[in-house]
């Protein structure tokens, strides 16, 4: 990320390797680079990272479980912000930037009801929890497949899940996003980002020169919402949840798989989107403004 600043007429350019607010960045050069499965599902036991890590991508399994059975804890995999059990809540500022193509994605129709597929669960994750929502903050996706025109649909929630009370909080997008009928030749950038002050979440999807895609609606796939302030979810990991719901589809089909480049964690609602790439504009310089920086992308 560069960031140019001006000051009583002098311009400088200050380039980092890293980013304002990063914590931690995942790039997978040689093996998961902190990424574990930390928990599994009995008694599928599904095995999130046996696709291993090649030419700088992690794989990443994510099934559904398909119904839930009481007492069941569910499969997780992600890095710990600090440690296991080193509980974060929205009293601080959180985002994280994923950088992936999709490998693979639920093939099969849209059920009955509107959100009906594939569900699973992408962003900051809660270790040793029964409910699959419970202490999570991230996006919960729903996809399936057109049997007509064989495009891939998509459709986010925002979500965050009160960990012992005050409810839960989804926010969907209005729109599905069409991903077309080859999205798998194709990279993404994904932003989930929290501001604890103004209690917003909010969620992108982006191409890798970081545009926003489009949803049906003709609008961006950035959506936000404001999280209640009786909402205490906590969560230790950036990752993963294979997501059981009571769809009626099978146990343990695949919702999506993904080759991953990077995986960023930030301690600031702004750092994931500033490390997405500018747009190739100028910038207008101004005489005697004491401070520039480049545009947020948000």
């Known amino acids: 990320m560069r960031t140019i600043i001006v000051a009583a007429g ?10 304002a607010g990063q914590v931690w960045h995942s790039t997978f050069a040689t093996d998961y680079d902190g990424v574990v499965q930390f928990q599994s599902a009995p008694p599928s036991g599904e ?3 046996a696709g291993g890590v090649s030419n700088g991508e992690a794989m990443v399994h994510v099934p559904q479980l398909g119904h839930r059975v009481g007492g069941n804890l569910y499969t997780k995999a992600g890095r710990a912000l ?9 009293t601080t500022s959180h985002s994280a930037l994923y950088r992936f193509r999709w490998t693979a994605l639920y093939e099969g129709p849209q059920g009955s009801i509107p959100d ?9 994750v809660r270790s040793g929890t029964d409910w699959p929502q419970q202490g999570d903050m991230g996006v919960l996706m729903v996809n399936y497949k057109r049997a007509d025109t064989g495009d891939y649909l998509l ?15 989804q926010s969907y997008s209005p729109f599905w996003i069409n991903l077309g009928p080859d999205p798998f030749s194709q990279d993404f950038q994904l932003v989930i980002a929290y501001d ?10 982006y191409n890798a020169a970081g545009h926003p895609i489009q949803h049906a609606g003709g609008g961006d796939a950035v959506f936000s919402q404001t999280v209640a302030g009786t909402n205490n979810a906590q969560f230790d990991y950036l990752g993963w949840e294979a997501y059981s719901v009571e769809t009626g589809l099978d146990h343990n089909i695949t919702a999506q798989d993904m080759a991953v480049n990077d995986l960023i964690y930030f301690d600031d609602p702004t750092g994931a989107f500033n490390a997405l790439p500018e747009p190739a504009t100028g910038l207008a310089l101004a005489v ?3 401070l520039a920086t480049a545009r947020r992308r948000r």
């Open 196 to 205: 604890a002050v103004t209690r917003e979440q909010t969620i992108g999807l």
């Open 288 to 290: 005697g403004v004491a």
């Open 10 to 19: 002098v311009l400088a350019l200050a380039a980092s390797g890293l980013t």
């Open 155 to 169: 459709r986010p929630y925002a979500m965050v899940g009160a960990y012992a009370s005050g409810g839960s909080a």
């Open 47 to 49: 095995d999130m990272l």
């Open 82 to 90: 600090t440690s296991q059990g080193s509980w974060h809540d929205l």
């Open 116 to 124: 009906e597929g594939a569900y699973s669960a992408v962003g900051f």
